[in-house]
C-alpha cells in the first residue's frame, strides 16, 4: 500500500479563497483524522470519521471550515473563506479499529499558505 | 482533561551520545501513551506505545520510553543516537473512551556529527 495519500503537498491561496485539501486514506481502513500543526499551538485534532460518518468535529475551528468523507478511500477538508491564520500543515491519518489502540498512519501533509 | 507537556522545545546532541526526551501527562486514569517521531516534511510515524503491562516499552529505531505513574511521565530514551534521528518528536496521550489522541508540542532534536 502507498500510505495515505495528501494533495497538494503545498498550497499558496489568497485570503478569501476557497481551499480544498484532499486525502485517500490507507485501503481498509475505517477511522481517518484531520489535524493542523502550527508553531503556536502544535498538532491539533481537527475532525475524525469512522465507517466514514465524521465522530468528533469539535476541533473544527470554526464554520469556515469543513469535513467531508464521501467514501471510504476519500476525505476533504475545506476552509471557505480562507484567512491568513489558517496557515498551517494539515496532515491526514487513518487508522483500522479503535483509534486510540490502533497504529495511526499519517500522510505527508499539505502545507497551506494564506497570504 | 487529557495533556501532554513536552518541556524541551529543542534538543542538541552529539553523534553516539545518549538521548532523553522528556514528556509529562495529565490525565485521571490509566493513559494510553505514545510517541511519535516527524522527518522533515513527513508525516508523523509511530514509534512505540504504552497500553499496559511492562512499564519499560521498546519501539523502532532502537528507542525505548519508560512509563512512571509516580511522575506522570513517558520518557523517550535512546542509548547512542545516529545523524538520522534528526527530527521533531510528538508525546501523545489517549484514553480509554475516546479514540482521540492528545499531542505535545514536541521537541526538535538535532544531532551534530
Known amino acids: 500500500d502507498a500510505g495515505v495519500i495528501q494533495s497538494p503537498r503545498h498550497e499558496v491561496t489568497e485570503m478569501g479563497q476557497e481551499v480544498t485539501l484532499r486525502c485517500k486514506p490507507i485501503s481498509g481502513h475505517d477511522y481517518l483524522f484531520w489535524y493542523r500543526q502550527t508553531m503556536m499551538r502544535g498538532l491539533e485534532l481537527l475532525i475524525y470519521f469512522n465507517n466514514n460518518v465524521p465522530i468528533d468535529d469539535s476541533g473544527m475551528p470554526e464554520d469556515r471550515f469543513s469535513a467531508k468523507m464521501p467514501n471510504a478511500s476519500f476525505s476533504t477538508l475545506k476552509i471557505q473563506p480562507s484567512e491568513p491564520r489558517d496557515s498551517a500543515v494539515y496532515f491526514c491519518a487513518s487508522s483500522l479499529g479503535t483509534g486510540v489502540f490502533s497504529t495511526a498512519f499519517f500522510g505527508q501533509g499539505t502545507r497551506l499558505t494564506v497570504v | 482533561a487529557q495533556s501532554v507537556t513536552q518541556p524541551d522545545i529543542h534538543i542538541t546532541v552529539s553523534e553516539g551520545a545518549s538521548l532523553e526526551l522528556r514528556c509529562n501527562y495529565s490525565?485521571?486514569?490509566?493513559?494510553?501513551l505514545f510517541w511519535y517521531v516527524q522527518s522533515p516534511g513527513q508525516g508523523l510515524q509511530l514509534l512505540l506505545k504504552?497500553?499496559?503491562?511492562?512499564?519499560l516499552v521498546q519501539g523502532i529505531k532502537g528507542f525505548e520510553a519508560e512509563f512512571k505513574r509516580s511522575q506522570s511521565s513517558f520518557n523517550l530514551r535512546k542509548p547512542s543516537v545516529h545523524w538520522s534521528d534528526a527530527a521533531e518528536y510528538f508525546c501523545?496521550?489517549?484514553?480509554?473512551?475516546?479514540?482521540?489522541?492528545?499531542f505535545g508540542t514536541g521537541t526538535r532534536l538535532q544531532v551534530f556529527p
Open positions: 490525565y485521571g486514569a490509566t493513559p494510553y
Open positions: 501523545a496521550v489517549g484514553a480509554y473512551n475516546t479514540d482521540k489522541l492528545i
Open positions: 504504552y497500553f499496559s503491562g511492562d512499564t
